[in-house]
T-cell receptor
Framework: AQSVTQLDSQVPVFEEAPVELRCNYS??????LFWYVQYPNQGLQLLLK??????LVKGINGFEAEFNKSQTSFHLRKPSVHISDTAEYFC????????????FGQGTRLTINP | EAGVAQSPRYKIIEKRQSVAFWCNPI?????LYWYQQILGQGPKLLIQ????????DSQLPKDRFSAERLKGVDSTLKIQPAKLEDSAVYLC????????????FGPGTRLTVL
């Protein structure tokens, strides 16, 4: 069984400051890793994913994440945030085959202050 | 390409009433998922379909929840009778073999049980 822990439920940041959202996972097998973003009253949108290969993954809107197998982490980073990045962010894992269910963390609410 | 469609967007019912949600996945996506997202939590898988067959319904409360995907395209999720704890957002997602493990989410249906 897989599980995901997002270490911060809320992260307040000033505009143009860097941000890191932390995610740790637990699994007895290798995994695929994902970060999704959810804007108010909307569904989830994929930011980025790690399937294999380079451990540094770049996504949309200037976000990137690094897969660290030894620490079982997949932290999300952005060097300079904007007001429009205010949203809920979810880390998720799945088994390493196609069309597998996603197991989500509890979410991190990112609030950008002007 | 049209995204995942869901209806209704909002529903308010009394406890012990019945309710149904509809989902139309992206054209050609063989795999369809229903997730339940309780306020303040990450989405949790209720049921996964591959074409019109059930792949995983281990977390579906079968005494009150049912789902079908009769023609392998659109799907309906039903709750009968509803309980207060069923208040949540119900998200539908779909994927295909060529989606590289990405799931595409609809906007969700927000259910309030009074």
């Amino acid at each position: 069984a897989q599980s995901v822990t997002q270490l911060d439920s809320q992260v307040p940041v000033f505009e143009e400051a860097p941000v890191e959202l932390r995610c740790n996972y637990s699994s007895s097998v290798s995994v695929y890793l994902f970060w999704y973003v959810q804007y108010p009253n909307q569904g989830l949108q994929l930011l980025l994913k790690y399937l294999s290969g380079s451990t540094l993954v770049k996504g949309i809107n200037g976000f990137e994440a690094e897969f660290n197998k030894s620490q079982t982490s997949f932290h999300l980073r952005k060097p300079s945030v904007h007001i429009s990045d205010t949203a809920e962010y979810f880390c998720a894992v799945s088994a390493p085959q196609g069309a597998q269910k996603l197991v989500f963390g509890q979410g991190t609410r990112l609030t950008i202050n002007p | 390409e049209a995204g995942v469609a869901q209806s209704p967007r909002y529903k308010i019912i009394e406890k012990r009433q019945s309710v149904a949600f509809w989902c139309n996945p992206i054209s050609g996506h063989a795999t369809l998922y229903w997730y339940q997202q309780i306020l303040g939590q990450g989405p949790k898988l209720l049921i996964q379909f591959q074409n019109n067959g059930v792949v995983d319904d281990s977390q579906l409360p079968k005494d009150r929840f049912s789902a079908e995907r009769l023609k392998g395209v659109d799907s309906t999720l039903k709750i009968q009778p509803a309980k207060l704890e069923d208040s949540a957002v119900y998200l539908c997602a779909s994927t295909s073999r060529t989606s590289a493990a990405e799931q595409f989410f609809g906007p969700g249906t927000r259910l309030t049980v009074l």
